[in-house]
Every structure is written in structure tokens, then in C-alpha cells.
């Protein structure tokens, strides 16, 4: 035990291991156990759509946090289809696949520094946002377009002017998912993925936006649940010394705050435990580690109990403990700092939205139109954030099917003499939505199809037309343009 650690006692040192976890818990109100854990230093907490109603009641619980101590208190609130301010009803800005496609990298900074004074005045601090994956899988299950796109250059500069933007409004922007989730076709939430490559490629391709994010000053990394077998061998990235302490802080030259993906998560949880996933993702060099909605306060109590355990027995440096320590008051230092607003509002979000779409074809008057939607699962990041043309206001009949079980028959049927418009979500992923659609072009080659994920299938000879997301601002401005 270091010098400093040394004769503080059991109680400090517990205060240490507390002090690097984000806990979540469920409901509007913080729990008791939560606001006594934030008096006995936990680090902070991470909250999530159930955590949400409004921005009115959000501010009352940072503010209940504020009042128990002084903690981080993080979501992720990405745009598009990720998003926890508005996880409800859906984001009034576009994602970063949409800005990806626009291109305009003063208007990525403007959109997350408007999203960024949203945060900041509901009380929240650092936004696990933006994503910096070069998404290279078209059949990537977790990021798509969550990612700027599939050019490192692009997503480097776009990566850059949403750390920017967020962090000009007083809120620490992380980058994630070091050191890329982008060629992986498996979801970190529920096993451990592959990235295939070697060093070379991955620093060609996979890092550059993470380099970039780095020199222009990002708060803070979060690391990815994905196995690097040229860098990290057989475990993931989050629990391997020479992702993070090596080739992050080492080879990056990155100083700042790591904090882990949520540890819940399959690719951790299942193979190490909660408690051991944390344990050696401190050993790894991580300062601050998510835990993910699951946990309970016993949880939090055990893991805490891990990692004194660990520095006592000498499979964690105190040491570890004081540095992430130091890191994250830095952190808090830099939070403290004041910040004069500029963002624009929401408007900002429709505005770039309707830059994104993508029109291929000729749009038609609309005669008493028909929407069918074929519906997607969720995902687990995502959660079940209403998407599509469902919850606008809109003069078309808007129907949502299960592709799979449609009565097409049905449907050609209730389209009679009217404008068919068919949206799909991320149709290139599920042979059922294309199916449904290519049934129901077949009969109806006037059809418009929609598509609200990647545009990666694309129906010949439709008027197509790509949103590049499926936030609440992508459908409004579908629904504009095709005149719903």
C-alpha cells in the first residue's frame, strides 16, 4: 500500500474503491442507498431513459444528487436513435449517421452544442457521447448508425466537432468505444465481439478518430467490450493493460478520464462477474467504471468489497485507486468551470435533418397515403425509444406491422386508389422486412420505401428515400419532404 494510502484505514480506502463507480438505479427519484453511497464517495451515477420523465423533473434529481455530494452524473444522449432526454417520445436531433451524410462539420459542433446546453441544464455533466467507431460491418448489430460513417477521416473530423460542441456548453463529452466497435458483427451486450485486425490496420483505421479526439482535448475514453487479439489476446479491450495503459495512454498519449463500458454487459459480466470485471479493469487503468442499469446496492456493496479486497491483497495498487482518484477531480475541477450559452435549440436538430435525407426517384402527390411500418426489434442500446412515422402528427393512416406476420393481402387491399409509403428500419439486417417489402412492390412498383437505418438495401426502380436514422427529427423530415 502506497504512502498515501497508508494509515488512512479501511474507511478511506473504501472511499477510494466507491469513488470509481457509476451506479444506476431504477425510477425518477434517487434512492436512499444512492444519496448515503454519494456521502461515502461514489463516484456517480449513470442514468437512463426510466430515470427520465422531463427535463424539469431530471433537474430536480441532479440537483437531490448535488445536495448528497459531489458527483459525475453521465447518460448517453447521442441523437438519433440513442437518446435519454427524450427517450420517451424520441430526439429531436438527428444522429451521427445523418451527419455523417451531410458532411458539415460546424454543423455536428452546432447540433452537440445545442445538445450539450440541454445537458447542462437539466444538471448532467459528461455525456457518454460521441461514438468514434469507424462502422465497417454493414451488419453491425450494435453501432450502424450510430456511427459519423465507415471513412476514418470523416469520422475523426465529425468525432472532433461533437467533442467540441459538447464540451463548449460545460459537459464532458466520451468517446467510445475504444478501440473501435465498428468491424464487429456480434453485440458487446450480450457476448464478446471480434475486431479481427492487425496493429497496423488499427491504427489506420480504427484509432484514427480516437487520435484525433484525443489532441483536440476530449474529457474522457470509454473503452470497448471487444477482443483485439493482436492488442488485447483473448480478453476485452476494457480489461486489458495493453489497450488501455499501452496503447491508449501509452501510444495515444491520452491523460484524461477512462471510464468503462457498462461492466452488466455480457462480453464482461458473463465471463469475470461484476466484481471481477472491475477488479481488472482498475488493474487495466480504467478511473471510472460504469456499471450498467442492472446492479443493485448489494452489487454496488460487493464491488466495492472486491476491490478493497484486491488492494489488500495486492492484485490492485493502491496506487490505481489514488490515480483515478486524482484523474476524476480533475475532471470535476474542469466541470466547475463556467460556460456562457449559445446553443440554438432543437430547431438546430430538424434543420440538419433535413439536410440528411436522401431522395432517389420522383415523389408523386400524395392521394390519402397509407404508411406501413415493418417493425424492428430494439436494441439493447437503443432501448424502446418510438421511432418511425408513429408518434407525428400526420394526415396519413400510419400502421405498424410485424413483417414477418403481415397480411400483405390485407394491406395491398387497404392501399386501393391511395399513396403507399413502406419504412423500414436497417431493412439490410432482416430478411423478413425484406421479404414483406419486396411482396408488396411487387403489386405496387409505385410504392415509396423509406428507410430509417443504413441505406445499405436498396429496392430498383422505387422512389427510395434515406433518412440515415430514426430519431423523431429524421421522420419529420421524411414526412415533409414526401409531403405526410
Known amino acids: 500500500m502506497s504512502e498515501l494510502t497508508a494509515g488512512r484505514g479501511d474507511r478511506e480506502l473504501r ?18 442507498w444512492v444519496l448515503r453511497g454519494l456521502q461515502d464517495g461514489l ?67 452546432r447540433v452537440h452544442r445545442s445538445m450539450g446546453d440541454e445537458l447542462a441544464g437539466c444538471g448532467v455533466n459528461l455525456d457518454m457521447a460521441p461514438s468514434a467507431d469507424v462502422n465497417t ?56 465481439p471480434l475486431v479481427d485486425v492487425s496493429r497496423e ?49 501509452g501510444e495515444l498519449g491520452y491523460d484524461g478520464v477512462v471510464v468503462t463500458d457498462a461492466l452488466d454487459m455480457g462480453a464482461v459480466a458473463g465471463a469475470y462477474g461484476l466484481a471481477g470485471g472491475a477488479v481488472l479493469s482498475l488493474a487495466a487503468g480504467a478511473d471510472l467504471l460504469c456499471l450498467g442499469p442492472t ?51 432543437s430547431m438546430i436538430g430538424l434543420a440538419a435533418a433535413r439536410r440528411a435525407v436522401r431522395l432517389t426517384g420522383p415523389v408523386s402527390r400524395m392521394i390519402d397515403p397509407l404508411v406501413v411500418e415493418m417493425d424492428t ?17 400526420s394526415r396519413a393512416e400510419v400502421v405498424r406491422v410485424r413483417p414477418e406476420a403481415a397480411d400483405l393481402p390485407g394491406i395491398l387491399r387497404r392501399a386501393t386508389g391511395r399513396s403507399l409509403i413502406v419504412v423500414v428500419k436497417d431493412a439490410h439486417r432482416y430478411e423478413t422486412s425484406r421479404s ?6 411487387a403489386s405496387r412498383p409505385d410504392a415509396t420505401v423509406v428507410e430509417m437505418g443504413l441505406p445499405i438495401w436498396r ?20 414526412a415533409e419532404l414526401l409531403g405526410v
Not at 491483497?313 to 466547475?336: K, T, Y
Not at 426489434?377 to 402528427?393: C, E, H, N, Q, S
Not at 423523431?472 to 423530415?477: D, H, K, L, P, Y
Request: net charge negative; glycine share 10%.
Open 15 to 32: 472511499r477510494l474503491a466507491a469513488g470509481t463507480l457509476l451506479a444506476a438505479f431504477q425510477g425518477t427519484e434517487a434512492p436512499d
Open 43 to 109: 463516484g456517480g451515477v449513470t442514468l437512463f431513459g426510466f430515470n427520465v420523465a422531463d427535463a424539469a423533473r431530471l433537474s430536480a434529481l441532479t440537483a437531490r444528487l448535488r445536495e448528497a455530494g459531489d458527483p459525475v452524473v453521465s447518460l448517453d444522449e447521442e441523437g438519433g436513435d440513442v437518446t435519454r432526454l427524450a427517450y420517451h417520445v424520441g430526439s429531436p436531433y438527428p444522429g451521427s449517421a445523418a451527419l455523417g451524410a451531410v458532411d458539415d462539420i460546424e454543423l455536428t459542433r
Open 137 to 192: 460491418a454493414d451488419d453491425n448489430p450494435v453501432i450502424g448508425t450510430r456511427s459519423f460513417g465507415a471513412d476514418p477521416a470523416l469520422v475523426a473530423r465529425h468525432t472532433v466537432a461533437a467533442v467540441q460542441g459538447l464540451q463548449s456548453a460545460g459537459v464532458a463529452a466520451c468517446v467510445k468505444h475504444f478501440p473501435g466497435h465498428g468491424a464487429t458483427r456480434q453485440d458487446s451486450h450480450l457476448e464478446l
Open 201 to 249: 490496420l488499427l491504427h489506420e483505421r480504427e484509432l484514427v478518430p480516437f487520435r484525433a479526439a484525443v489532441e483536440a482535448g476530449v474529457r474522457s475514453v470509454m473503452t470497448a467490450h471487444v477482443r483485439v487479439p493482436a492488442v488485447t489476446g483473448d480478453v476485452p479491450a476494457t480489461l486489458s493493460p495493453a489497450a488501455v495503459a499501452g496503447l491508449l495512454r
Open 295 to 345: 446492479p443493485t446496492a448489494d452489487d454496488v456493496r460487493r464491488i466495492t468489497d472486491a476491490i478493497v479486497e484486491a488492494v489488500g491483497d495486492g492484485r490492485l495498487p493502491a496506487a490505481r485507486l489514488e490515480e483515478a482518484a486524482e484523474r476524476v477531480a480533475r475532471l470535476r475541477a474542469w466541470f466547475g468551470a463556467s460556460r456562457s450559452g449559445e446553443g440554438e435549440g
Open 377 to 393: 426489434p430494439p436494441t439493447i442500446a437503443v432501448g424502446d425509444v418510438p421511432w418511425g412515422f408513429t408518434p407525428l402528427p
Open 436 to 441: 414483406a417489402v419486396s411482396a408488396l412492390l
Open 459 to 478: 429496392p430498383a426502380g422505387v422512389t427510395y428515400l434515406a433518412t440515415y436514422g430514426a430519431a423523431r427529427a429524421n421522420a419529420q423530415a421524411a
